[in-house]
């Protein structure tokens, strides 16, 4: 028996994924991170919170804006330079937080 034959990928089984949708999921998971890193900062600027509360706020904010830049060099690595950059500038544009946006009444003692 031919081990070409069970070595070979299944046709079947193979993931039809094209360039365009991966970049399209990159830039929405980007979008996600953008919007993280804005409540973060919202909620670490705001002055009723507590100091060990804010600290905490400033340790995640500096996490979500590691994880935001790594996916922006993720992208350039698997799509090219001029794309991640055309997401990011693209994600910083739209996603944003109204000025005068206050927190669900769920989540206010976390803000």
Sequence with gaps: MSTLATDAPSVETAAVKTPARDLATCTEKL???RFLVVLAARRESS???AFSSREQAHGELALLRRQYSALIDEIAMNFGVQEAMDAKEMVEKKV???SGWRPPASLRDEF
């Design 47 to 49: 002055g009723g919170v």
């Design 31 to 33: 979008a996600s991170l």
């Design 96 to 98: 944003s937080l109204p």
